[in-house]
């Protein structure tokens, strides 16, 4: 069964610092891994998709990685804006179906 | 591109009565669509998976009597909670995916729904 962990769950920086989200799945066969915004109340914006065969994508201040064979993931996130403040969840493909599986989130606060 | 909503994006009502939720996607055909609840500060928990004309398919746990799915075409699927009761309050949000390999699922907007 597959299950996702995101390190940390809630992180606090001041306005400018660049950060790294985690995300870690238990199973590496895997077609694809999604990173999402999600605002508080709000749907889901999807950010970054990375197909199994790619290593990393990359969406202007936003760049993930993927290792599959470890089962890891990583959301780098550039010179942080106080509009980048929101919960950032990773999903996966449960057990080689589509259904995606979600991490609990990383709640990021940027400070002006 | 890629546009997906949802009707309505809030709703209150009183226990045991029905309610449906609508999920559109309004700019791509969507062969196959998906259910998420989440509770307040937890993950999104998929529901079910419905494919346009076909019985939906419930996670372990999911009542299919209860929260009836009906995808009658490739832009719209719908979400009816029946006999709501206030434990059946929470944040729903649906998926669409097209055909294709990228398994890509957009996401609509989600409907908060309140039963009291």
């Known amino acids: 069964k597959q299950e996702v962990t995101q390190i940390p769950a809630a992180l606090s920086v001041p306005e400018g610092e660049n950060l790294v989200l985690n995300c870690s799945f238990t199973?590496?066969?895997?077609?694809?891994l999604q990173w999402f915004r999600q605002d508080p109340g709000k749907g889901l914006t999807s950010l970054l998709l990375i197909q199994s065969s790619q290593r990393e994508q990359t969406s202007g201040r936003l760049n993930a990685s993927l290792d599959k064979s470890s089962g890891r993931s990583t959301l780098y996130i550039a010179a942080s804006q106080p509009g980048d403040s929101a919960t950032y969840l990773c999903?996966?493909?449960?057990?080689?179906?589509?259904?995606?599986?979600f991490g609990k989130g990383t709640k990021l606060t940027v400070n002006p | 591109g890629a546009v997906v909503s949802q009707h309505p994006s809030w709703v209150i009502c009183k226990s045991g009565t029905s309610v449906k939720i609508e999920c559109r996607s309004l700019?791509?055909?969507?062969?196959?669509m998906f259910w998420y609840r989440q509770f307040p500060k937890q993950s999104l928990m998929l529901m079910a998976t419905s494919n346009e004309g076909s019985k939906a398919t419930y996670e372990q746990g999911v009542e299919k009597d209860k929260f009836l799915i009906n995808h009658a075409s490739l832009t719209l699927s719908t979400l009816t909670v029946t006999s709501a009761h206030p434990e059946d309050s929470s944040f729903y949000i649906c998926s669409a995916r097209t055909s294709g390999s990228s398994y890509e699922q957009y996401f609509g907007p989600g409907t908060r729904l309140t039963v009291t």
């Open positions: 999903a996966v493909p449960g057990g080689g179906s589509e259904k995606l599986v």
């Open positions: 700019d791509f055909q969507a062969t196959t």
């Open positions: 199973d590496s066969a895997i077609y694809n």
